[in-house]
């Protein structure tokens, strides 16, 4: 691929940038950038999968995201671009709606890095993160129900459920019960008080991660809806990209990974095989993709080493066939919904 000379005036995707983008390589080579292709970036951040992908030929970017600040943040960069990029304040569920109303379509590949990125788990104003104190809010888009508007105003076992599922937090009955208990005597209005609370009820285990961890993951999914994000946009993906359009999506908990590897398993077909099948039985489903190697593919000890935040994240691929885009299965939207749990377990 050549290296577009407009290329040479970004900022190196490698550069200082508040948030390292993880498997930044691994990603790009499976994007495949070539000069004249259409790229949808879906979680813009701060701007590393972008920079990547402008400089690696020359490249159209559109790139997506929910929070004003990453969007405000991302300016220079589009006047650096000089018209090589489009940035649009959106979710990425909705990257075919905006792809077509920005003329830019089909795709020829889309990226997706899922979860929170380190400045806004830096910013304490913002509540993700119970590492500084700050208001319970944990909404990307700083609209709509907020963290606190869950712990305070669910019931007992909705929030049970929301530990559990969301955060596969074991300890998520004995938390709820005292999140409604403590409650009544004042709001958890901080993210501080939450933590402590957390930390009271469920201890510290000399090799445990911090008590709260898994219940801040899972405040943060059920305010933003994640998964159901997630879900809504690799099907959309699939309407967009083109023939022979590549996707990459980075997750970082079993969660996410668990619909990417089933949707793209629906998809591709995989596991499935003529032979496999009795005589008279119908034939396998129409695919859509087709996922080459093994997958997931792990990041290296060497980026793990330069950015622990790398350690649980997985990346898969997968090429875009010529058929059409398939309908969403029972199976499938279950993975991103809030099941009911027995009640007597846990």
């Known amino acids: 691929m050549e290296k577009d000379r ?66 405000a943040a991302g300016a220079d960069l589009v006047s650096q671009a000089q018209g090589r990029l489009t940035l649009v304040e959106a979710r990425f569920s909705q990257l075919e709606e905006v792809a ?50 869950i712990v305070n105003g669910a019931d007992e076992e909705t929030l049970a459920d929301i530990l559990y599922f969301y955060g596969e937090e074991r300890a998520s009955r004995r938390i709820a019960r005292a999140i409604a208990h403590d409650r009544e005597i004042a709001p958890f209005t901080s993210t501080r008080a939450l933590a402590e609370m957390i930390a009271r009820v469920a201890p510290l285990r000399p090799t445990d991660i911090h008590p709260a961890t ?27 990209l083109a023939e022979g359009g590549r996707l990459a999506v980075v997750t970082f908990h079993s969660l996410e990974d668990r ?19 009795l005589p008279g039985e119908p034939a396998a489903a129409p695919t859509s993709f087709v996922c080459e190697g093994r997958q997931p593919v792990a990041p290296s000890r060497a980026e793990i080493a330069a950015n622990p935040r790398a350690r649980s994240a997985k990346l898969r691929t997968a090429t875009r066939k010529a058929g059409p885009a398939l309908p969403l299965g029972d199976r499938l939207m279950r993975l991103a919904r809030l099941p009911v749990r027995d009640k007597g377990k846990v």
């Open 6 to 71: 407009a290329a040479d005036q970004l900022p190196a995707a490698s550069g200082p940038v508040r948030h390292a983008p993880v498997m930044l390589g691994e990603a790009i080579e499976a994007l495949r950038p070539r000069d004249g292709g259409r790229y949808l970036d879906g979680t813009f951040g701060a701007g590393g999968y972008t920079c990547a992908i402008l400089a690696a030929a020359d490249t159209k970017v559109l790139a997506l995201d929910r929070d004003p600040t990453a969007i």
């Open 100 to 149: 077509k109303a920005q003329g830019f379509w089909p795709l020829d590949g889309v990226v997706l890095d899922i979860g929170v990125s380190s400045m806004q788990f830096d910013e304490a104003e913002r509540g993700f993160s119970f590492r500084g104190d700050g208001p319970l809010d944990m909404r990307m888009e700083g609209r709509g129900v907020s963290a606190a508007d």
């Open 214 to 240: 898994k219940s801040f993951q899972a405040l943060r999914i059920a305010v933003n809806n994640e998964l159901g994000e997630l879900l809504d946009a690799l099907a959309a993906a699939e309407r967009a």
């Open 259 to 277: 619909i990417v590897k089933q949707f793209l398993s629906e998809r591709s077909g995989r596991g499935e095989t003529g032979s496999r099948r």
